[in-house]
């Protein structure tokens, strides 16, 4: 049974820093995925990679203070955060295996597996 798990969240203020980690995805996973939900908002794509592969994809919002990566040793995908802003704010989950093409990468519906989720909290 795969079970994701994400870690490093916590309360930072505005311009800080954090990584967040996601473990226990597949060997046979195909993307991992970062989305956020704003409290009273929906899912939203943040960040994805390929496993195994250098193709990346960052929301608009996030570019050039995002920045995803991976440790195939480790079985890890990191999300490092800068420069947070209060609308960084939310619960952040990984999500692997997109079962559709890479277009689809922030479409939350499309991916088999999720983890729970770790608060990010960014005040101003």
């Known amino acids: 049974q795969v079970h994701l798990v994400e870690s490093g969240g916590g309360s930072v203020q505005a311009g800080g820093s954090l990584r967040l980690s996601c473990t226990g995805y597949p060997a046979s996973a195909n993307v991992v995925t970062w989305f956020r939900r704003a409290p009273g908002q929906g899912r939203e794509g943040v960040a994805a990679?390929?496993?195994?592969?250098?193709?990346?994809y960052y929301a608009g919002s996030v570019k050039g203070r995002f920045s995803i990566s991976q440790d195939s040793g480790k079985g890890t995908v990191y999300l490092q955060m800068n420069d947070l802003r209060p609308e960084d704010t939310g619960i952040y989950s990984c999500a692997a295996h997109l079962r559709r093409n890479w277009a689809r990468w922030a479409s939350p519906d499309d991916y088999a597996y999720w983890g729970q989720g770790t608060q990010v909290t960014v005040s101003s």
């Open positions: 990679t390929y496993i195994g592969v250098r193709s990346i």
